[in-house]
């Protein structure tokens, strides 16, 4: 069975990108979680999807004249004081506390969760043997040409995480080129397929592993990519059905929002 790997953290189980989303992933069996790098105001680095920290915290009414609400505009003391769990369980984004796969202790955990920094999801992915891939996302401004390689780089070192458990990954391929430039022990993985209506751009294939949409590829290209040596992952896979499809095609990893599903199913494929 392909790498099950926790899209964002197990964000249908917890609310993405915390550290329950990750304590979930790690429990329900993903092989490794994936997370977003994000950057505030005064420069230090937390786990944020979203340009807007509107949709998965409280900032509107914590911060109501500050509209858009760009996590770059705010300081870490700022961000540190939202509650980044209580629209999970208000919005049920996934549909799995009325099925009843979320406990009720475990709903009234979610409210007041904060929003991590990256040494913490670090420091949690070294402590339980687990593994990371921070995704490298473009920064909105002010912010548009901070360091951000070097300065995730810097945190990596400081914190003396296995480097083998620790991906780093982006559409902006120049930050993955930088990364190889300055630490060549680190795995970078190249994201295709930013658009969802394609095609995939596949350039001159140059990185050993690329993470595509999985929409925009068949399992034939897969196959094709597969004997060229090339490592695939894909994103976003949440059903049975394509896990099964896209793991007998050769896909590497499956990014998914549903680590729970993947688990399942590599434990009656083993």
């Given at each position: 069975?392909?790498?099950?790997?926790?899209?964002?953290?197990?964000?249908?189980?917890?609310?993405?990108?915390?550290?329950?989303?990750?304590?979930?992933?790690?429990?329900?069996?993903?092989?490794?979680?994936?997370?977003?790098?994000?950057?505030?105001?005064?420069?230090?680095?937390?786990?944020?999807?979203?340009?807007?920290?509107?949709?998965?915290?409280?900032?509107?009414?914590?911060?109501?004249?500050?509209?858009?609400?760009?996590?770059?505009?705010?300081?870490?003391?700022?961000?540190?004081?939202?509650?980044?769990?209580?629209?999970?369980?208000?919005?049920?984004?996934?549909?799995?506390?009325?099925?009843?796969?979320?406990?009720?202790?475990?709903?009234?955990?979610?409210?007041?969760?904060?929003?991590?920094?990256?040494?913490?999801?670090?420091?949690?992915?070294?402590?339980?043997?687990?593994?990371?891939?921070l995704e490298l996302k473009r920064l909105p401004a002010p912010l548009e040409n901070f360091p951000v390689v070097e300065e995730v780089l810097a945190l990596i070192d400081r914190l003396k995480i296995d480097k083998h458990r620790v991906i780093i990954s982006s559409f902006q391929h120049a930050w993955l080129r930088e990364v190889q430039a300055r630490d060549s022990g680190i795995e970078v993985q190249a994201l295709i397929g930013y658009s969802e209506s394609g095609p995939l751009d596949w350039g001159d294939l140059e990185f050993k592993t690329y993470n595509a949409r999985s929409t925009l590829i068949s399992e034939e290209q897969i196959r094709t990519m597969v004997n060229k040596g090339i490592t695939i992952n894909l994103f976003t896979v949440n059903t049975q059905h394509d896990m099964l499809r896209f793991a007998a095609a050769g896909a590497a990893g499956l990014i998914t929002d549903f680590p729970q599903r993947a688990a399942h199913l590599g434990s009656k494929a083993g």
């Open positions: 069975m392909s790498l099950n790997i926790a899209h964002r953290g197990a964000r249908s189980l917890a609310p993405e990108n915390t550290m329950a989303a990750a304590r979930t992933a790690l429990e329900v069996g993903a092989d490794l979680w994936e997370t977003d790098v994000a950057v505030t105001r005064d420069g230090l680095l937390i786990l944020m999807h979203d340009d807007s920290l509107k949709r998965t915290t409280d900032v509107c009414e914590r911060f109501p004249l500050r509209s858009p609400w760009t996590f770059s505009g705010f300081t870490l003391d700022e961000i540190r004081t939202l509650d980044a769990g209580s629209w999970f369980v208000k919005a049920d984004p996934f549909g799995q506390i009325a099925a009843g796969a979320i406990s009720q202790r475990q709903i009234d955990a979610f409210r007041g969760e904060k929003i991590p920094t990256v040494e913490e999801a670090l420091i949690f992915t070294r402590d339980t043997d687990f593994c990371i891939n």
